[in-house]
């Protein structure tokens, strides 16, 4: 990978860890509402994933979306108006944290029923497997969302229908507050794959090129053998499920162990320790991605408030 | 015009469609290779092929889920529940993500799927085969739900509901199959959410849809030689609801009957009803009757079923009670 | 048991009374219903008649005493039954006794209920005026009355009282048709004016009520106008006659077998045309009084009071005497309609040359009405009803119906009225005569 790449994943890293810090912070300022999921630990995977896509690769994504919507090139600006409730967000105020999208970066959501959008994207695929292309869509999920019905209606019809399907399991460990081993007949999201004869990978979460690789090289195999495939990628996240989770469910030391790991932290060790960056040209972009947020948590906040038409906007589409 | 059946009408709105616009495709459960249960689709399969009337796998949420997300790239999927109580089992995909997709992300896609559903007892399949659920859906703000009573408005309807941006859930009856009604022979299109009176008359104004609408008629007769003359007023969409001629209707003659199949509680009758209350208040003569079906499982015995289905004499009886 | 009788309340606003003349004394013998004491209050001195029969055991206030609305004035019992004497007259007043109810008549001089509006504006009929919507507010007070949303509409837009009518809906329920045949009929059905009053008493709830200000509309305004110059110029006096209506009745429900629904004659329509040739006969009262000279006018126009919201209108049917009954029946029935709709033309509501006000749908006994000037007299019809009549010495049951004739006594005498009550009753006992 080229170096102005991978010091744009890195950008793309820190945005999003930056985000998230700051809509914890306006969330309990009481700014934000609803549920909000954040995406901290985690950033490594759905970097390297969508650096593997093409522009015409479609993803979608459960609730834990504001990482995926910045990394398909959604910008700030409209993430964070959209947590702020506001007109200029991606969804005009109407979706709120876990509803961000945007067709033109062929980002088809943020989703909130866990497991529910994974039918619909074997029906992305479908679509275009109708039209006869070649685009991949990566759908995106948590580890609880495999012990779902969903889960499996939609990886048997990808399968027998031989549709374009990256699976990528984001295995944090946790769904909600219970652990794999509690919910899961298997330890090994990945096994899941053999009962639909599906092709499987597992990687590293925490290491945005080990990701990377791992991406490219299931998105070619989906491609080519127009075949689905399924991506365990195992990562952490440090803070809870969303917004005041008491984490009840982990000690605070398995925790610190993984914040060692961090994936920003690994990722920055890699670049200088391969002479890709100095500290200081990193420390230019931490900085430049705060700048970033500054300007679009302003942005946010001046932006006007959908008006009472808006309620009744797009009911229907006619 | 041509006198055709309601199976004959569905299945020529769908090639019509389907010849029309190389975007529309049937998937569904024995859909392709079977010709469909209810044998709308046969020959289609050998017309078009498995990729445009694709059978899938016994999974609804798979089935709804994927012909929500090939419609929101721009192809205009039907996907065919083979009975609606099926669609309980599918029920996030049609009443929480398809009605709520195109609002929910600011109106950046829309979701043009026809999800067809056959509802209705009566062929002693027992309870869980033999729902009218149809209320449940027209619930829900952002789906459509129509269901149609004669061939003509069958077509016609199909025909809107495929070319329509919108989620439509439209619902056939599995004894209506064998309906035969006249059928304009050329080309047309009835708009979604507008009813239509049946049959004229001075006394009485019923209100219905669907199966209500074939026992309706048949008890306007009945009632005509006895010097009662009702009005139907067929709703033919409950969602978006089309009051004008109801309340047109009813100010004529302030008196009503809504007659359907689902059960009564929070029924059809219960929102119609309330309607005319409040917007047609001082043109009330009489309270207004629902006939619907008794508040049971349908059993599988015939006469139990038919006994619990409500029936031309319940309408007659109910049309005589509110005229007294 | 004895029975104490109290100051009655004789106006709205009077709280005392001055006992001016004790008529029966102590130890006399009174029947229910004779005088007892004469009183004055602001307005008039009035006779107080006794609630009760038997002996005036005692008189509890002096000639000349003040005593308070509802206070006891006197006891009257069996002769030898021990008394209790109540409370001083003077005092406190107790609940209001039934007897003072009874012992009311109301002045008969005053303003009758019904008055024909003037005639530039529409015909009126029986004003359903303020009398009316007295017996509405008892009647509602009383308990629900069962009538469908769209019944209390029409009742509402057409100041019917619902408390009168019988519905032939489930339940009783009174229902669009029932009041659609009480105001073509122009009578209520039979059936209610037999049926027993079943209405609850309500329990007392004290509550206070508001002074309501209501502004006159145009009409209401021409009507107190030209009202109050009919009443103030014209010396009216007045004759009742009460007329055997068997055989209209009779003859009506015959001919209307014959007749299809939306044309069916009503009593009214008989009045009208009976009137009409009784006018023919006195031509002095289808007149108008011209300072010096009375008009004596060439056609019989007979005008019909008709209610429409807010007022009255005097609808004119043409050369009524002239007319068969069906013809006067149509006319009238279009114009009824119109005047209702709004919608009349200058010529259904100008050119009367004599009145009819009918109230018999409203359950009225008898009244008197006030002239519709330039006219000469107008006639108060009341209901039709059923009562027991004594024929040739024998106890029967017939069908009577009271009329008053108001007449401006400048043009006309009492002689002449009652001659022509007479002539009246001629065309409405032999009902044959209004066919040929």
């Known amino acids: 990978m080229k170096k102005e790449q991978q010091l744009d994943l890195y950008y793309q890293m820190v945005l999003i860890r930056r985000v998230e810090e700051r809509g914890a912070e306006l969330y309990q300022a009481g700014k934000i509402g609803g549920f909000m999921h954040l995406y901290i630990g985690q950033e490594a995977v759905s970097t390297g994933l969508i650096a ?66 994974l039918p619909i994207a074997s029906g992305l695929a479908l679509g275009d497997q109708y039209a006869g292309n070649d685009n991949v869509t990566i759908c995106m999920f948590g580890d609880g969302a495999t012990n779902i019905g969903y889960f499996h209606e939609a990886l048997n019809v990808a399968k027998t229908w031989g549709l374009r399907v990256l699976w990528v399991c984001e295995n944090n460990m946790y769904g909600m507050g219970t652990s794999v081993e509690r919910a899961s007949a298997v330890s090994e999201i990945r096994q899941r794959a053999e009962g639909y004869n599906m092709k499987s990978g597992r990687v590293d979460g925490m290491d945005v090129m080990k990701v990377y690789e791992a991406s490219k090289e299931a998105i070619d195999y989906v491609r080519g053998n127009s075949q689905p495939y399924l991506l365990e990628a195992v990562t952490y996240r440090y803070r809870g499920h969303s917004m005041g989770d008491p984490e009840r469910y982990r000690k605070q030391d398995e925790v610190k162990k993984w914040q060692e790991n961090d994936p920003i932290g690994i990722f920055r060790r890699h670049l200088m320790e391969k002479k890709t960056a100095t500290a200081k040209a990193l420390d230019e972009i931490e900085a430049r991605a705060e700048d970033e947020v500054n300007k679009a948590v302003e942005f946010a906040e001046t932006s006007p408030e959908p008006s009472m038409e808006e309620l009744f906007k797009d009911v229907y589409a006619e | 015009m041509a006198k055709i059946t309601m199976r004959e009408a569905i299945s020529q709105a769908l090639m019509e469609e389907m010849d029309r616009d190389p975007s529309v495709f049937i998937l569904g459960e024995e859909v392709g290779v079977w010709g469909g249960t209810y044998a709308v689709t046969k020959g289609f399969y050998d017309k078009y092929g498995p990729e445009r009337v694709r059978d899938t796998p016994i999974a609804e949420n798979a089935i709804i889920g994927s012909a929500i997300g090939a419609a929101m790239v721009g192809q205009r999927p039907i996907a065919e529940l083979m009975t609606i109580n099926f669609a309980f089992s599918a029920m996030d995909y049609i009443v929480n993500q398809a009605p709520k997709l195109h609002y929910m992300f600011g109106g950046q896609f829309t979701v043009p799927v026809v999800i067809r559903a056959v509802g209705g007892g009566g062929r002693q399949l027992g309870a869980t085969h033999s729902q009218t659920p149809d209320v449940i859906f027209a619930h829900f703000p952002g789906l459509k739900v129509v269901s149609p009573g004669t061939p003509a408005d069958a077509k016609g309807l199909l025909k809107s509901a495929i070319r329509s941006n919108d989620p439509i859930l439209f619902i056939e009856h599995a004894t209506m199959y064998q309906v035969r009604g006249e059928v304009p022979d050329e080309e047309y299109l009835i708009p979604i959410g507008k009813s239509k009176v049946q049959r004229e008359g001075k006394d009485v104004t019923i209100v219905t849809y669907c199966k209500g609408l074939e026992l309706s008629m048949k008890a306007a007769e009945e009632l005509s030689r006895e010097g009662i003359e009702v009005e139907i007023v067929d709703l033919r969409t409950l969602r978006p609801l089309d009051m004008e001629p109801v309340l047109e209707s009813f100010k004529k003659t302030n008196r009503a009957v809504v007659v359907e199949e689902g059960w009564k509680s929070y029924g059809v009758g219960a929102e119609i009803s309330s309607r005319i209350y409040e917007q047609a208040f001082d043109f009330v003569d009489a309270p207004i009757m629902r006939v619907a079906q008794k508040e049971v499982p349908l059993p599988y015995n015939r006469t139990l079923e038919q006994a619990a289905l409500p029936q031309v004499h319940d309408i007659i009886d109910a049309v005589k009670e509110v005229v007294k | 048991m004895a029975e104490t009788i109290s100051m009655p309340k004789l106006g709205f606003d009077m709280s005392e009374g001055v006992l001016v003349h004790w008529v029966k004394n102590e130890g006399e013998n009174i029947n229910k219903g004779d005088v007892l004491a004469e009183i004055e209050t602001d307005k008039a001195t009035v006779e107080v008649e006794s609630s009760a029969g038997g002996v005036v055991r005692k008189l509890l206030a002096s000639e000349g005493d003040v005593v308070p609305v509802g206070a006891p004035i006197a006891i009257v019992g069996t002769a030898d039954e021990k008394i ?36 530039m504006e529409s015909t009126p009929q029986p004003a359903p005026s303020h009398r009316t919507e007295t ?52 009578q209520p059905p039979a059936v209610s004016a037999q049926k027993p009053a079943t209405t609850p008493i309500p329990s007392f709830v004290p509550a206070l009520h508001e002074d309501e200000t209501v502004q006159l509309t145009k ?103 002239q007319q068969s009954l069906r013809a006067i029946s149509a006319d009238v029935k279009r114009m009824v309609a119109g005047a209702r709709e709004g919608k009349v033309r200058p010529n259904d509501i100008e050119g009367s040359t004599f009145s009819i006000s009918n109230m018999g749908m409203y359950d009225v006994e008898n009244f008197a009405a006030i002239i519709n000037p330039p006219e000469a007299a107008i006639l108060a019809v009341g209901s039709a009803r059923e009562v027991p009549v004594v024929e040739i010495g024998e106890l029967k049951v017939g069908w009577r119906m009271k009329a008053t004739i108001s007449v401006d006594h400048r043009v006309s005498d009492g002689v002449e009225a009652a001659q022509f009550m007479q002539a009246l009753a001629k065309y409405l006992e032999e009902p044959l005569r209004l066919l040929v």
């Open chain 3, 84 to 119: 209790e004497e109540p409370a001083a007259a003077s005092g406190k007043q107790k609940e209001e006794p039934k007897a003072e109810e009874i012992a009311l008549a109301p002045p008969p001089s005053d303003q009758p209920a019904s008055a024909p509006a003037p005639q």
């Open chain 3, 219 to 321: 009409l209401r305004q021409a009507i107190a106008r030209r009202m109050t110059g009919s009443k103030t110029s014209v010396p009216h006096f007045y004759v009742t006659h009460e007329y055997k209506m068997d055989a209209v009745m009779a003859l009506r429900k015959q001919v209307n077998e014959y007749l299809p629904d939306n044309e069916k004659l009503s009593v009214n329509d008989f009045i009208l045309k009976a009137v009409a040739l009784a006018l023919r006969e006195f031509p002095n009262l289808n007149a108008s009084f011209a300072g010096d000279k009375v008009v004596r006018h060439g056609a019989v126009n007979v005008g019909v009071a008709v209610a429409i919201p807010g007022g009255l209108l005097t609808i004119v049917n043409r050369n009524t005497d």
């Open chain 1, 52 to 117: 593997a896509r093409e522009p015409r690769d479609r993803v979608i994504t459960a609730y834990r979306d504001h990482g995926v919507a910045l990394n398909c090139g959604i910008s700030a600006n409209e993430v964070v108006a959209e947590l702020l409730g506001k007109v200029t967000g991606t969804s005009k105020g109407k979706g709120g944290s876990m509803h961000m999208a945007s067709t033109e970066k062929n980002m088809w959501g943020g989703h909130a029923i866990v497991g529910g959008h």
């Open chain 3, 135 to 186: 017996v509405e507010v008892a009647a509602e007070k009383a308990g629900p009355i069962k009538a469908s949303p769209l019944a209390k509409k029409i009742a509402r837009d057409n100041k019917v009282d619902l408390s009168r009518l019988d519905g032939t809906g489930p339940g009783g329920r009174i229902v669009r048709k029932d009041i659609e045949a009480a105001l073509a009929g122009g």
